[in-house]
């Protein structure tokens, strides 16, 4: 089974710049069948989806904070990453990376990791 | 508030059965296949079904889907404890373009 996770800084000064890299392994982001995406969780936004990307770098974004995310895809690495510019207390979550198909279901989770924005 | 409509919670015994809705309108549900996660507590969201009523491989037939206009229906029969969890519906939006989830609903077996 595709296994992914997420790795990068816990905490992250207001104003700054969030940075998560998600490995992939037993898959391979290069597949055609697949996007890749992003998807944050908070208490008081609940599962809000960031956005995603193919194999031809092509992305989606939720338009409520597309100014601010980039999403990119290494194949040499087979990993994804996000950033999410300008930050503030409400981005802290818990942020997952995850396998999307074609109908936009998210089919393999990382097991996620809490980004605090503080300072 | 989420765009997706979802009960807070549901409770019912062990063995017996379950629904959980999922509300939408013309521009998601009505247009989009809905999926459906499990998220037990601490843990990552878990696909349970895709495609309105399609099951991934390892879901055990005790889940079932169903779609009908701008709603949808997670079913669970012959509860065990082991479902507790909070459970989300999922699809896409036409209008605002981007995937929107439920609010969850939090699945207590008695």
């Known amino acids: 089974q595709v296994q992914l996770q997420e790795s990068g800084p816990g905490l992250v000064k207001p104003s700054e710049t969030l940075s998560l890299t998600c490995t992939v392994s037993r898959g391979s982001v290069s597949s055609g069948d697949y996007y890749w995406g992003w998807i944050r969780q908070s208490p008081w936004k609940g599962l809000e989806w960031i956005g995603d990307i193919s194999y031809r770098g092509r992305t989606n974004f939720n338009p409520s904070l597309k100014s601010r995310v980039t999403i990119l895809l290494d194949t040499s690495k087979n990993q994804f990453s996000l950033r999410l510019s300008s930050v503030t207390a409400a981005d802290t979550a818990v942020y997952y990376c995850?396998?999307?198909?074609?109908?936009?279901?998210?089919?393999?989770w990382g097991q996620g990791t809490l980004v605090t924005v503080s300072s | 508030q989420s765009v997706l409509t979802q009960p807070p919670s549901v409770s019912a015994a062990p063995g017996q059965k379950v629904t959980i809705s999922c509300s939408g309108s013309?521009?998601?549900?009505?247009?989009?296949?809905v999926s459906w996660y499990q998220q037990l507590p601490g843990t990552a969201p878990k696909l349970v079904i895709y495609d309105n009523d399609r099951r991934p491989s390892g879901i055990p037939d005790r889940f079932s889907g169903s779609k009908s206009g701008t709603s949808a229906t997670l079913g669970i029969t012959g509860l065990q404890t082991g479902d507790e969890a909070d459970y989300y519906c999922?699809?896409?939006?036409?209008?605002?373009?981007?995937?929107?989830f439920g609010g969850g609903t939090k699945l207590t077996v008695l």
């Open positions: 995850a396998r999307v198909a074609y109908g936009k279901d998210c089919d393999f």
């Open positions: 013309s521009s998601n549900i009505g247009d989009n296949f």
């Open positions: 999922g699809t896409w939006d036409s209008s605002l373009s981007t995937v929107i």
